[in-house]
């Protein structure tokens, strides 16, 4: 099992930047495949973006392409979302996931391990 816990969410104004980080522990070697899902209220959680753990394959969702980069230290057993240029509609609460599978996944079912997720709002 995999314990992941994000961080640096918070309030900025459209146009703005943030830099989200998720921590893993527990038995972090194993998390091959991780990714970014957000949640806004009154709607599903959605694919954001993902990254195999060699990190030379990245996905994103359509509506983050361009704007946000997913990134991952393997020595330090880290995941990041860099968001730019962030809009009213990317706020959310956004999850960091994690599975010992190989192969990417962009949907939920594709991951076992999940954060309890960190506040973004964007103000317009």
């Known amino acids: 099992q995999v314990q992941l816990v994000e961080s640096g969410g918070g309030l900025v104004q459209a146009g703005g930047s943030l830099t989200l980080s998720c921590a893993a522990s527990?038995?972090?070697?194993?998390?091959?495949?991780m990714g970014w899902f957000r949640q806004a209220p009154g709607k599903e959680r959605e694919f954001v973006a993902a990254?195999?753990?060699?990190?030379?394959?990245?996905y994103y969702a359509d509506s983050v392409k361009g704007r946000f980069t997913i990134s991952r230290d393997n020595a330090k057993n880290a995941l990041y979302l860099q968001m730019n240029s962030l809009k009213p509609d990317d706020t959310a609460t956004y999850y960091c996931?994690?599975?010992?599978?190989?192969?990417?996944?962009?949907?939920?079912?594709?991951?076992?391990?999940w954060g309890q997720g960190t506040q973004v709002t964007v103000s317009s």
């Open positions: 996931a994690a599975d010992n599978r190989y192969g990417a996944a962009l949907t939920l079912q594709g991951y076992l391990n």
């Open positions: 527990g038995r972090p070697g194993t998390s091959y495949r």
């Open positions: 990254i195999s753990k060699s990190r030379t394959n990245t």
